[in-house]
Structure formats: C-alpha cells, structure tokens
C-alpha cells in the first residue's frame, strides 16, 4: 500500500519564517528593528512555495492518488465482475449438473423399461417357443400313440384273420358253399346297370371264357342253377360255356372270372381282403 508523507501546513511555514527573521533581528540581548520590506519578502516567498507545492507536488500526489483510488476501483470492479461471473458459473454448473441428474434418471428409466420390455418380449417368445415344443410333443406322443394302436389294429387283424381261417377251414363244408352261392346269386341281381352292361359286354363277346372255380365239387344241379342265372342277368346263354374249376384254397364259395371282370363269393377272398384293410390302416 503506498504511504504518502505528512502534508505540511502553510502557517507552519510561515511560523518557521518569523522566528528565523526574529532571530537575526536580535543580536546578544539587543533586540532590532523589524524591516518590512524583509517581512513583505517572506510572505511572498511563502505564497510562491505554496503556489510551488500546490502546483509541482500537491497536484500530482492528488493525481497518483486519484489514478491509484481509480485503479483500486477498477480492480474491485474486475473481481467483482469476476465473482459475479463465477457465481453465474457456479450457477450454471449447478444447474447443468441437476440437468444432467435428471437426464441421467431418465436414462436410466429409459433403459429399465426397455430392459423390460425386451424381457416381457424375451418371456412370450420362451413361452411361445415352450408350448410349440409342447404341442410338438404332444403331437408326435400322440401320433406314436396312434402308430401303436394301428400297430395294434393291423396285429389283431392279422391274426383275426388267420384264426378266422384256421376256423373257417375246420367249419368249411359243401353246404355252406351253397349257402354263400345263394348269397351270391341274390347280390349279383342286385348290380348296377353300368357293371351289368360291361359284364354282358364281355361275356358277349366271348362267354367260352367264363371260368367258375369252387372250393368243393359243384354238383350239375347247382351248375345249372348258376348258368341260368348268368345267361339271365348278363343276357347271353352261357350254357355249355362255362367252364368249373376246384380250388380247395377257397375254402368254401365260389369265384367266377368273366373277361378282365372277377366276381368273388368265397372266405378265401373276403380273408384276403380283410387282411388287405389291416394292411391298408
């Protein structure tokens, strides 16, 4: 901090110059006039070392210290601008940093409710995925359930049919081959027209290659009987064109072949065909 000297009074000058004028007025103990002209210089002298101090050296030092008052201002205006400033900042920073506290919570709300979403998603394709594979594996449980069951179906049918064999090859008989030619004859009346006309179409042409084959001996009546039932129903006498063959295999019944046409009325066919629609499931 600048010190500045003690600023002297004009009337201690002045006081100062009276005593130097008494003092060479005095001589020993003589005391000596007063010269006004010598006082009257004095005062002069003092009024100029006040213009003298007012002017070179009072006004200055008014002047550094008024410079000096200015720069202290400036200064303190400076830091306060200064600190206005940093409390603006500080400000600021505060509210950037409740911003981005807030930014950063709702960031993270963001980001939970996708985590949950994609886990909700995440969940319904699992569970989507799960019940698909359960109703995969119900279906293949199910359709192994249905191959063992039609497995089942065709090893029963299959030995059905080998044990209805086995029987109907014990019970076979003459009499039931002639129960099932009456069979025969009354479901061969009842054909549709179209079967009837292609039978009669090739029997027509050639009714030589009529063939009856029974399991048992036909007897000439029951031949008979059959040839007027054919040379009736197909309209063409088949009399005396027909041929008979014997084929125990059939077990009892008969089976006529009539061109490319074969009527079948025997167990050995309608066996076979039961084992055919085991194998058929």
Request: proline letters at 3%; glycine letters at 4%.
């Amino acid at each position: 901090m600048l010190t500045l000297p003690p600023n002297p009074h004009p009337f201690d000058s002045f006081t100062a110059s009276i005593e130097t004028t008494v003092e060479k007025a005095y001589t020993g103990d003589t005391i000596l006039e007063l010269n006004w002209s010598t006082f009257i210089l004095e005062i002069i002298n003092f009024l100029i070392l006040i213009w003298i101090l007012k002017h070179f050296f009072y006004k200055p030092v008014l002047d550094v210290i008024a410079r000096r008052r200015a720069g202290i201002e400036k200064t303190i205006e400076e830091a306060s601008s200064l600190h206005s400033e940093a409390e603006a900042l500080q400000k600021q920073y505060e509210s950037r940093l409740t911003e981005w506290h807030q930014e950063r919570q709702a960031a993270r709300k963001v980001l939970e409710e996708e985590i949950q979403g994609e886990r909700e998603r995440q969940m319904s394709a699992l569970q989507t995925t799960l019940e698909e594979e359960r109703k995969k594996s119900r279906f293949a449980a199910q359709r192994q359930l249905q191959a063992s069951q039609l497995q089942n179906e065709k090893t029963a049918l299959r030995q059905g049919a080998q044990f209805a064999t086995k029987l109907l090859s014990a019970v076979s008989c003459p009499e039931l081959e002639n129960r099932l030619i009456d069979l025969f004859l009354a479901d061969f009346s009842s054909l549709s027209a179209e079967h009837l006309s292609k039978l009669q179409d090739a029997a027509g042409n050639s009714p030589e290659h009529i063939l009856i084959t029974s399991a048992h001996p036909l007897e000439s009546n029951r031949r008979q009987s059959l040839e007027h039932a054919l040379s009736r129903i197909l309209s063409v006498n088949v009399n005396g064109h027909v041929r008979y063959k014997q084929d125990k295999a059939l077990l009892a019944g008969i089976r006529i072949n009539a061109g490319a046409w074969i009527l079948r009325a025997n167990l050995l066919d309608e066996l076979k065909g039961f084992t055919d629609f085991a194998h058929e499931i």
